[in-house]
């Protein structure tokens, strides 16, 4: 379970303070798959990298089954989430020069598997995400669908609970969209909670529940 309870978050931009989340209070059970929708600059991506602590609140609390993880250290919390939570992006983020293969590999080597057992798990994942023909292929001799099922697999390799996208379809075409979508459906289906941020509509019909998020604020929830 990961769990927002009334976050605030404020940048500060030279002397002004620039509240982005005013007070979001949000649930996802293990299992889940939620879609956080809402127009651009509504803070969906502010919101996503709070629940996936990658970025802190000003105010609020977070919990990861039932336990507050908001005030935990740098190192504490990044050991968490790098056993717990996997990230997916729309600019995919992979390391233009590694292979597939090592992309994948990257949140082991953190993690301190074996060489060995780290390409097994790689190879692994790649399996999931039928690119096991393109192992050795840089990111620049894939398509954006197949960078992106890189993304997942990197995303999937420590077998975490939830897996926040954002985006992750953004820079594809619908077809290609499409089966990026049906891919995150299959991977809900095995047990990963998915939490996917978009603006698109459309993609809230992979999902089981929609939370709208407008001007920093939740404006209607359990919706499908
Ligand atoms: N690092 C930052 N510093 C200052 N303002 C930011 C920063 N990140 C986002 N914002 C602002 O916060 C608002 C929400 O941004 P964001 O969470 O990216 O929205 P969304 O993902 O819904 O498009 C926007 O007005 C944006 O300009
Ligand atoms: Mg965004």
Known sequence: M??????KKTYQMGKTELEVLHGVSLEIKDGEFVCITG??????STLMHIIGCLDRPTLGKLFLDDKEIGRLDDRTLAEIRNKKIGFVFQQFNLLPRATALHNVELPLIYGGASPKE???RANLALEKVELSDRIHHRPSELSGGERQRVAIARALVNNPSFILADE??????TKTGD???KLF????KEGHAIVMVTHERYVTEYSGRTIHLKDGLIEEKNES
Do not use: A
């Open 185 to 188: 459906q299959k991977l809900n």
């Open 2 to 7: 990961l769990k927002v309870v009334d976050v």
């Open 168 to 173: 992750p379809t953004g820079n594809l075409d």
């Open 118 to 120: 780290r390409v097994k």
């Open 39 to 44: 127009p651009s600059g509504s803070g969906k």
């Open 179 to 181: 089966i990026i979508l």
